[in-house]
Nanobody, 123 residues
Framework: QVQLVESGGGLVQAGGSLTLSCAAS????????MGWFRQVPGKEREFVAA????????YYPDSVKGRFTISRDNAKNTVYLQMNSLKPEDTAVYYC????????????????WGQGTQVTVSS
């Protein structure tokens, strides 16, 4: 069993920055990839970023590439999402998730999810 707890969300003006954190329970954190997704009401949960087990590989969709950075600290069982140059369209609930296998871009490849943290970007 893995528990994931996100933090760091909030209200920020367009152009600003936020850093989200996701703390994971368990001793095997360093053995699996992690991802971030986001969701707005009425829409599908959208892939935002992923990172390999050792941090050596990262993945982003074009919508956030160059603005968001995912990182991890395996000693702290924590994954981060640094978000810069935020836009109103980045407003969503952000979720971290544990990757179980398969494409990191697909929601179905993740088996444990956090409760989400709200990010609101005002124009």
């Amino acid at each position: 069993q893995v528990q994931l707890v996100e933090s760091g969300g909030g209200l920020v003006q367009a152009g600003g920055s936020l850093t989200l954190s996701c703390a994971a329970s368990g001793r095997t954190f360093s053995s699996y990839a992690m991802g971030w997704f986001r969701q707005v009401p009425g829409k599908e949960r959208e892939f935002v970023a992923a990172i390999s087990w050792n941090g050596g590989s990262t993945y982003y969709p074009d919508s956030v590439k160059g603005r968001f950075t995912i990182s991890r600290d395996n000693a702290k069982n924590t994954v981060y999402l640094q978000m810069n140059s935020l836009k109103p369209e980045d407003t969503a609930v952000y979720y971290c998730a544990k990757h179980r296998g398969g494409s990191v871009y697909v929601r179905g490849s993740y088996d444990y999810w956090g409760q989400g943290t709200q990010v609101t970007v005002s124009s």
